[in-house]
């Protein structure tokens, strides 16, 4: 069984900064496609950054590029998203994602692409 746990988020005045970790646990011999989600009160939920632990698949919102930057760490079952240059607009419950299978175009922000969900975490930027 494949678990996720998020950490960081919080809150942050805008033009602040956070950043935001997922470690995978469960089967960690894999690589994975993950991809951070996020969702604001009444709205979708959109892909904003992905990545492949085994390299390459880094694709980006055009909301937050050049903003934001998702990193693998140094195990393959953990991953960073570095959100710089905040906006109130930024306020959403974070999720993370994963799914074994690697992604292709779209699919690497598509959340009907992914099995494996984390819990979310909070993230708020005041004006």
């Known amino acids: 069984q494949v678990h996720l746990v998020e950490s960081g988020g919080g809150s942050v005045t805008a033009g602040g900064s956070l950043a935001l970790s997922c470690e995978v646990s469960?089967?960690?011999?894999?690589?994975?496609?993950m991809c951070w989600f996020r969702q604001a009160p009444g709205k979708e939920r959109e892909g904003i950054a992905s990545?492949?632990?085994?390299?390459?698949?880094?694709r980006y919102a055009d909301s937050v590029k050049d903003r934001f930057t998702i990193s693998q760490g140094t195990s393959k079952n953990r991953m960073h998203l570095q959100m710089n240059r905040l906006e109130p607009e930024d306020t959403a419950m974070y999720y993370c994602?994963?799914?074994?299978?690697?992604?292709?175009?779209?699919?690497?922000?598509?959340?009907?692409?992914?099995?494996?969900w984390g819990q979310g975490t909070q993230v708020t930027v005041s004006s």
């Open positions: 994602a994963a799914d074994r299978n690697l992604k292709y175009g779209s699919g690497w922000l598509a959340k009907d692409k992914y099995n494996y």
């Open positions: 990545i492949y632990t085994g390299g390459g698949g880094i």
């Open positions: 469960g089967d960690t011999t894999t690589s994975y496609s």
